[in-house]
């Protein structure tokens, strides 16, 4: 069976400052002297794990013994794990195929070219955690300075645009309707005599309706108790995350009794933790449910196992 070089391109997303796939592919076919070879590609994907179906199929030519080279314009075209490396060099050797980088003339054939290999897929592990680390901060960063994040609107709110520090963004604004009936519905809660089906049942039979067009139920109900971006968060509502172990960014002095709470990450499981606030980060955000009946609700709901069961949360309270 003749065997031919296998040339392999990949490009994550288009750019100007990035070469496309057709100007790495010309610089493969240099390597081949102009010997047979086979193209394999992927378009639109990242370089942090091997589910793509052009290496996929590169990988199942080489098993069927069609290919003696791998030739890629550069080492992290191919892979950017330290351990799908590990793999596939281990695959190569197997089926003695040779690895060749065209701008970086690596030789697999020799120990010190293995060696080089390595290091070089270490900085190139290393090069994708600190961008990954340096997109997280900035998230968090932008979280923490009032940005909108994104995701779900919580009932009760709406966006406006904004500026902050000179920066164009969004941020949460009151809708009159949708939070009238949340100050009802934590009223009634706050009352150790309703229930949530209580509630639901009074909801009904005055007709008052959910503005979004849901309908009212006790899980839904149970979630916006729980979530802190209605309170009107004073040093009572500081001292409470304080006690549940949460991370608190702003000092206690912000908490004013004017702004809320925004739960930036962790998620609520589905067990009996699923009420748990350790580690979790509090920012402040804008509200318009005193701090003495969200506390009243929230404590409740964390005494009450039988009422947060009732629920099953999304990945933070503000996806409300």
Not at 129 to 157: H, L, N, S
Not at 185 to 191: E, T
Request: charged residues 25%; aromatic residues 12%.
């Amino acid at each position: 069976m003749p065997m031919y070089d296998a040339l392999y391109a990949r490009q994550s997303i288009e750019k100007k400052d990035s070469i496309s796939v057709e100007s790495q592919l010309a610089y493969c076919r240099y390597e081949t002297h102009g010997e047979t070879c086979m193209e394999y590609t992927d378009r639109g994907f990242s370089g942090k794990d091997t589910n793509r179906p052009g290496f996929e199929n590169m990988m199942n030519d080489i098993r069927a013994g069609k290919i003696k080279r791998v030739i890629v314009y550069k080492l992290d075209r191919i892979s950017r794990s330290i351990l799908d490396f590990a793999n596939m060099m281990e695959i190569f050797q197997k089926y003695h195929v040779e690895f060749v980088s065209s701008t970086e003339k690596f030789d697999t054939s020799t120990p010190i070219g293995r060696a080089m290999l390595n290091i070089c897929i270490v900085f190139a592990q290393l090069e994708r955690e600190t961008i990954q680390k340096r997109v997280t901060d900035a998230y968090y960063a932008r979280c923490k300075r009032g940005f909108y994040m994104g995701g779900r609107i919580p009932y009760g709110y709406r966006l406006t645009n904004t500026v902050i520090d000179n920066i164009r963004t969004s941020m949460y604004e009151e809708v009159p309707e949708e939070s009238e009936q949340l100050k009802l519905i934590y009223s009634m809660y706050a009352d150790t005599d309703n229930s949530l089906g209580d509630i639901v049942r009074y909801l009904n039979e005055h007709q008052i309706k959910n503005l979004r067009g849901a309908n009212w139920n006790t899980a839904r109900i149970s979630e916006m108790l729980r979530n802190p971006v209605y309170v009107q968060a004073d040093i009572d509502v500081y001292q409470f995350f304080q006690s549940q172990g949460a991370n608190i960014y702003n000092p206690a002095s912000d908490f004013t009794g004017y702004n809320a709470c925004y739960l930036y990450k962790g998620t609520v499981s589905t067990s009996r933790k699923q009420s748990d606030l350790s580690d979790k980060e509090i920012v402040l955000a804008k509200g318009f449910i005193s701090s003495k009946t969200w506390l009243a609700c929230r404590i409740r709901c964390l005494n009450n196992r039988q009422s947060t069961k009732t629920c099953k949360p999304k990945n933070s309270w503000l996806g409300s």
